[in-house]
Antibody, heavy 118, light 107 residues
């Protein structure tokens, strides 16, 4: 059974940093691309960043480019998102999601809430 | 960026009735279109990919159609557990983009 468990969310001041993690199990982690998708309170889904199975290729939404860094440790089956220079508009539930054979999201974690506020 | 537009924003349907949800892409995404269901307080769940292929364990009452720029999700006979928000997503081009969602509510 595929399981994705996010952690690391919390309250942070504007301009601050936070690191999210996602522990994966139930599949061959290194074989699949992974992503972070966020959802602001009461709003829709917004793709944030993706990383290939090997970790060589990464993609970012324009809204986070230069501030967020996605990475993975295939030896520990862990996906990470380093978030710097956080803004109020980054407040959201952040979901870790696994990709299937293409860039669709076939499994999702339960999410971790990030609140950026003074 | 490919903009995904879903309509209607809210759909009021009685249990047992048919629901038809639309998703339009600002440019062709071929058949690289997925549908997700999200219930309150839960993560999204994959329903349909490749515009028309049901994901694992998805009931046959859910069906998808379309290609290019126009797509439809049909729920043939709404069950109580189907009242939720539905999102479409294109995965043909970067950035990956979602529609704004359609909320299916009880009439």
């Amino acid at each position: 059974e595929v399981q994705l468990l996010e952690s690391g969310g919390g309250l942070v001041q504007p301009g601050g940093s936070l690191r999210l993690s996602c522990a994966a199990s139930g599949f061959t982690f290194s074989s699949y691309a992974m992503s972070w998708v966020r959802q602001a309170p009461g709003k829709g889904l917004e793709w944030v960043s993706s990383i290939s199975g090997s970790g060589v290729a990464t993609h970012y939404a324009d809204s986070v480019k230069g501030r967020f860094t996605v990475s993975r440790d295939n030896s520990k089956n862990t996906l990470s998102l380093q978030m710097n220079s956080l803004r109020a508009e980054d407040t959201a539930v952040y979901y870790c999601a696994k990709h299937g054979p293409q860039w669709l999201f076939d499994y999702w974690g339960q999410g971790t809430l990030v609140t950026v506020s003074s | 960026e490919i903009v995904m537009t879903q309509s209607p924003a809210t759909l009021s349907v009685s249990p047992g009735e048919r629901a038809t949800l639309s998703c339009r892409a600002s440019q062709s995404v071929s058949s690289n279109l997925a549908w997700y269901q999200q219930k309150p307080g839960q993560a999204p769940r994959l329903l349909i990919y490749g515009a028309s292929t049901r994901a694992t364990d998805i009931p046959a009452r859910f069906s998808g159609s379309g290609s290019g720029t126009e797509f439809t999700l049909t729920i043939s006979s709404l069950q109580s557990e189907d009242f939720a928000v539905y999102y479409c997503q294109q995965y043909n081009n970067w950035p990956l983009t979602f529609g704004g969602g359609t909320k299916v509510e009880i009439k």
